[in-house]
């Protein structure tokens, strides 16, 4: 062989080694690129994913307020409407048989009054909580005014009735306010 043509293969051979080394090179910077093209797009699909939830809990708390509102919203003025019934009751109660023979027609408006006020609470979800004397005390829905020691009774029954309670749904709007037994002194 001639060494021209030597030379040249030699030079066939370094130019396809560089070639080669070239060609890993872009392979590699190919690769790296890749490998940061495929960090950025799991960093934004977690992104989107977070943000897909945090819409679905913002939807999830809205639906809960609104119906939190939808049942709960009007107990400020069902507090407020609650002395009404009160008083309707004590004047019902307060008429004598007299009064009521005398005054019969503004009696039973009162009555029909008070029944159409029960009736309003009803349809908002307002139902009375009517303790009975003898009951036993549940501090979720009885208020303690007063605590005495009454024979015959056990402590914690209810010895006395002051003013009824009423609940919103499942809360509390006002406590039924009660006598409470203490235990008897011996």
Same mark, same amino acid.
């Given at each position: 062989?001639?060494?021209?043509?030597?030379?040249?293969?030699?030079?066939?051979?370094?130019? =396809?080694?560089?070639?080669?080394?070239?060609?890993?090179?872009?392979?590699?910077?190919?690769?790296? =690129?890749?490998?940061?093209?495929?960090?950025?797009?799991?960093?934004?699909?977690?992104?989107?994913?977070?943000?897909?939830?945090?819409?679905?809990?913002?939807?999830?708390?809205?639906?809960?307020?609104?119906?939190?509102?939808?049942?709960?919203?009007?107990?400020?003025?069902?507090?407020?409407?609650?002395?009404?019934?009160?008083?309707?009751?004590?004047?019902?109660?307060?008429?004598?048989?007299?009064?009521r023979e005398g005054s019969k027609a503004l009696i039973e408006g009162v009555e029909l009054t008070m029944r159409e006020l029960l009736n309003v609470f009803s349809k908002h979800g307002?139902?009375?909580?009517?303790?009975?004397?003898?009951?036993?005390?549940?501090?979720?829905?009885?208020?303690?005014?007063?605590?005495?020691?009454?024979?015959g009774t056990n402590a914690g029954d209810i010895i006395q009735v002051s003013t009824e309670?009423?609940?919103?749904?499942?809360?509390?709007?006002?406590?039924?306010?009660?006598?409470?037994?203490?235990?008897?002194?011996?």
């Amino acid at each position: 062989m001639d060494p021209k043509d030597e030379e040249f293969l030699d030079n066939i051979e370094a130019f =396809e080694k560089e070639a080669d080394e070239a060609e890993e090179a872009e392979m590699d910077d190919e690769a790296i =690129e890749l490998d940061a093209l495929k960090a950025e797009r799991d960093e934004f699909k977690d992104k989107f994913m977070r943000a897909l939830a945090d819409a679905e809990n913002a939807r999830k708390r809205g639906d809960k307020m609104r119906r939190e509102a939808e049942q709960y919203g009007g107990s400020k003025l069902a507090r407020d409407m609650l002395p009404v019934y009160d008083n309707m009751k004590r004047a019902l109660e307060s008429a004598s048989e007299e009064q009521r023979e005398g005054s019969k027609a503004l009696i039973e408006g009162v009555e029909l009054t008070m029944r159409e006020l029960l009736n309003v609470f009803s349809k908002h979800g307002i139902t009375v909580i009517s303790p009975e004397v003898g009951d036993r005390f549940d501090p979720n829905i009885h208020e303690a005014m007063f605590e005495a020691p009454l024979p015959g009774t056990n402590a914690g029954d209810i010895i006395q009735v002051s003013t009824e309670g009423f609940m919103l749904q499942d809360r509390l709007l006002r406590p039924a306010q009660v006598g409470v037994s203490s235990a008897p002194k011996s």
